[in-house]
C-alpha cells in the first residue's frame, strides 16, 4: 500500500519553513491596530477556503480575547441565502465584492484566501476592497495567480497541492489568532499597571 502520510506531511513540514514570518507578523499589527480602533475584518473564500474563513473567523470573534473586545469580523461565505441570492440575482463572480460595496469602510481590513489566486470572485473582491480603501492581504498557494499582484500583502506559498495550501490558510490563521491573544493580554495588562500607577 502506498504511504500517503509521509509525502504529504514533509509537503507541509517545507511549505511552514518556506512562509516570510515577518508578513504574518505584519498582518498581526495590522490586525491589532483593527483592534483597537474598532474598524472591522473581512475575510472570504470558496470551497475549503470558504470553511477556513469562517474558522479563523470564529477564532478572531473569540480565541484573542476571551473574556472581553475580540475582533469585529465578518467571514462573507456565512451566509447561505445572501451568497445564494447574490450568486441567482448577480452573479457567483460578485457574491464577495457586493457584500464590501455595501459594508466596507475605509480603514477596513480584508483578508482574501484562495488555493490559485485566479478565483473570479477573490478577484473582484480585491478590487472592490481596494476601492473601498481596505487594505487587503492575500494567502494563496500554487503561483498565487492573478490576485497575488493585486493585493496590498501576499502571503505566498508556491505549493502546487490543494489541500496543503488550505492547511497553511489555517494554521496561518492560529498563528494570528496567538499573535492577537497575547498583544492583547499585553495591551490590557500596560492599561492596569498604568492606572495602578495614577
Known amino acids: 500500500m502506498m504511504n500517503i502520510y509521509e509525502p504529504y506531511i514533509e509537503a507541509l513540514h517545507k511549505q511552514l519553513r518556506l512562509?516570510?514570518?515577518?508578513?504574518?507578523?505584519?498582518?498581526?499589527?495590522?490586525?491589532f491596530s483593527i483592534w483597537c480602533k474598532s474598524s472591522r475584518v473581512f475575510i472570504c473564500g470558496n470551497g475549503g477556503s470558504a470553511a477556513n474563513a469562517i474558522h479563523i473567523s470564529n477564532d478572531f470573534s473569540y480565541g484573542i480575547?476571551?473574556?472581553?473586545?475580540?475582533?469585529?469580523?465578518?467571514?462573507?461565505?456565512?451566509?447561505t441565502a445572501i451568497i445564494s441570492c447574490l450568486a441567482n440575482d448577480t452573479s457567483y463572480e460578485h457574491v464577495f465584492s457586493h457584500q464590501?460595496?455595501?459594508?466596507?469602510?475605509?480603514?477596513?481590513?480584508l483578508i482574501v484566501l484562495s488555493g490559485s489566486g485566479n478565483s473570479p470572485n477573490i478577484i473582484s473582491a480585491v478590487i472592490e476592497g481596494k476601492k473601498k480603501g481596505v487594505k487587503v492581504y492575500g494567502i494563496f498557494g500554487f503561483s498565487g495567480g492573478a490576485a497575488k499582484t493585486l493585493v496590498d500583502v501576499c502571503i505566498h506559498t508556491p505549493v502546487n497541492d490543494m489541500q496543503v495550501a488550505e492547511d497553511i490558510q489555517l494554521i496561518i490563521g492560529h498563528w494570528l489568532m496567538r499573535h492577537l491573544f497575547q498583544k492583547i493580554q499585553e495591551f490590557i495588562g500596560e492599561q492596569e499597571n498604568d492606572r495602578n500607577r495614577i
Open 19 to 31: 512562509i516570510d514570518k515577518s508578513l504574518v507578523d505584519r498582518l498581526a499589527y495590522d490586525l
Open 65 to 79: 480575547n476571551p473574556d472581553g473586545k475580540a475582533l469585529d469580523v465578518e467571514a462573507l461565505t456565512a451566509n
Open 100 to 109: 464590501l460595496r455595501s459594508k466596507a469602510k475605509k480603514g477596513d481590513l
